[in-house]
């Protein structure tokens, strides 16, 4: 017999093991998604107050169980509450539903070669991590799969070992720099030096003729002595001796001034070779220093050249897989890309612990279900336990037999890829953009899945089947593929293999079954380019 058990979701108390005056309609359980179950309740049961004095039923705060006879057959919370009337309208979203809509806002995360299994348990891990977010929900199962590559860690390592280059390059630059000014100070006052000897040599030169000048006015002087001397006139000797008396101190006095002269000219040439020294000793070390910063600029080129290299790489390979805060990742939405791109699938288990239902997340690689092919497994006929006439959809607008993908990065450097099939068909490309493709190998993978979807363009998107001999309840379950058949109005004959990806238990004892084509699914199987 079924009964509902509510639980407090933030805390998982339980409130009610047999909750009594709800209805159930039918509910959905899906395929690596979230399935549903709408529940039916009067207002006043609806309105009840719990024992933790909240209320019973609260949008994102109950959790509610159908459980029947110890199996737990659906279990979700309330997201949604209509008020119709005498009658609440509640819908029930299975539990995985609380993984999306959360961003990871964690550390930032870096893994390469690690099990896509693992990332999905770090994420769910993560959402759960917070108060109030808490609801049991847990992860089994490992794949063969490993996604990331220690491109991003070599990467990080080449950056920071170019910055580093560049940061010497930098500082041994800035000291050849300092040393240029030094030596180019010292040359301009070299340069200044010069000037002033120059004016020094030219001083002593006109002191030089003074003196010439100086020594001939005494000479005359003194031959004018000579001469007085001989007219025996005392005046004249006395002016004569005079004379030569002043010439004698003209040279006296202009000897002194070119010897103050040359002096200084002598001080200057001494000055003004130190600093030509010094510019020596200033231009090796500048010699020396560029020597330095040579090397410096070749490691930093080298370093370059790395760096590059490991970026190219990371390009290639997509790198790391990468959880960062910054890009605000919606959790769930992360988890459905990782079962799509490994491939694996992820279905919903319930089990009862200490008395307490409990949700576990179960991930099977490459798939979970099987095929339902022997003597023994249900089949699928129209008119024997499919209730509903077939109707198989074909639309040529989605047939392509080449698929061109543009991913991440801008113009001529963006990710582009075209893989093809050829199948004695008129060549149609389909386009696929997604700015979230950062690697070759994801391109790869997405295309390969995109180009087997778009082969086969009939198939039969749902079938309702009865509760018969050929197809008891329980007998086939989400995941496995089954051979659908019958005959279709003007269309004949039909019969493809699908892959069940949904089940709605109606209440009549029905039961649809959601469906995708079989070889829609890759499993991880390639296609060649």
């Not at 029947?68 to 309208?89: H, L, S």
């Not at 004016?199 to 010439?212: C, F, G, P």
């Not at 799509?340 to 009862?352: C, S, T």
């Not at 001999?469 to 003007?490: A, L, T």
Request: with cysteine; proline share 3%.
């Amino acid at each position: 017999m079924e009964r509902l058990v509510i639980q407090r979701a933030t805390t998982g108390d339980v409130l009610s093991y047999d909750f009594r005056g709800a209805s159930r309609a039918a509910f959905t359980r899906e395929l690596s998604a979230v399935g549903t179950m709408p529940l039916t309740i009067g207002a006043a049961q609806a309105k009840t107050t719990a024992s933790d004095g909240l209320p019973m039923f609260d949008e994102w705060g109950t959790i509610v169980t159908l459980d029947d006879d110890g199996e737990i057959r659906f279990r979700g919370i309330v997201t949604d509450v209509q008020y119709a009337g005498p009658e609440w309208k509640l819908t029930l979203s299975a539990l995985p539903t609380v993984l999306y809509g959360i961003p990871y806002d964690d550390t930032p995360y870096y893994g390469a070669e690690v099990d896509p299994a693992s990332i999905v348990r770090k994420l769910v891990a993560h959402v759960q991590s917070y108060p109030d977010s808490d609801v049991g929900l847990t992860v089994v199962g490992s794949t063969p799969v490993r996604v990331g590559s220690f491109s991003t860690q070599r990467r990080i390592e080449a950056v920071a070992y170019y910055n580093e280059k560049v940061a010497d390059y930098k500082a041994e630059n800035k000291k050849l720099q300092d040393l240029r000014k030094i030596v180019a100070g010292t040359r301009k006052t070299a340069a200044a030096q010069r000037t002033s000897r120059a004016n020094s040599s030219k001083d002593l030169t006109a002191a030089k003729k003074a003196l010439t000048a100086a020594k001939s006015a005494l000479t005359k002087a003194k031959s004018a002595l000579t001469a007085a001397k001989k007219t025996k006139d005392s005046a004249k000797i006395a002016a004569a001796q005079t004379a030569v008396n002043n010439a004698q101190a003209g040279v006296t006095s202009a000897t002194g001034v070119v010897n103050d002269r040359q002096a200084a000219l002598n001080g200057r040439d001494s000055t003004l070779d130190t600093t030509n020294a010094r510019i020596k000793a200033q231009q090796a070390d500048v010699d020396a220093q560029a020597a330095i910063v040579k090397t410096m600029k070749e490691r930093k080129d080298k370093a370059s050249e790395l760096k590059n290299a490991a970026q190219q790489q990371e390009s290639d390979d997509g790198g790391a897989y990468a959880l960062e805060p910054w890009e605000a990742q919606d959790c769930g939405r992360l988890i459905d890309d990782l079962a799509k791109d490994a491939p694996f699938d992820w279905v919903e288990e319930h089990y009862w612990a200490s008395d307490v239902p409990q949700t576990r997340i179960r991930i099977a690689h490459p798939r979970t279900g099987r095929r339902l092919s022997g003597d023994s497994d249900p089949s699928f006929q129209q008119g024997v336990n499919i209730t509903v006439q077939l109707q198989p959809a074909s639309t040529g607008s989605d047939y392509a037999n080449t698929v061109f993908g543009i991913g991440a990065g801008e113009g001529a450097g963006s990710i582009r890829r075209t893989i093809s099939k050829r199948d004695n068909r008129i060549r149609r490309v389909a386009t696929l953009q997604s700015k979230d493709i950062k690697s070759k190998q994801d391109m790869t993978t997405r295309l390969q899945a995109e180009l087997i979807a778009r082969q086969q363009n009939l198939a039969v998107d749902s079938i309702t089947v009865a509760n018969h001999p050929n197809s008891p309840r329980g007998s086939y379950s989400i995941g496995d593929d089954i051979y659908v058949q019958g005959d279709v109005p003007h269309y004949g004959r039909f019969g493809l293999w699908h892959r069940i990806v949904g089940i709605t238990e109606n209440t009549n004892g029905t039961t649809e079954v959601s469906l995708r084509l079989t070889d829609s699914f890759t499993y991880g199987a390639g296609v060649e380019a």
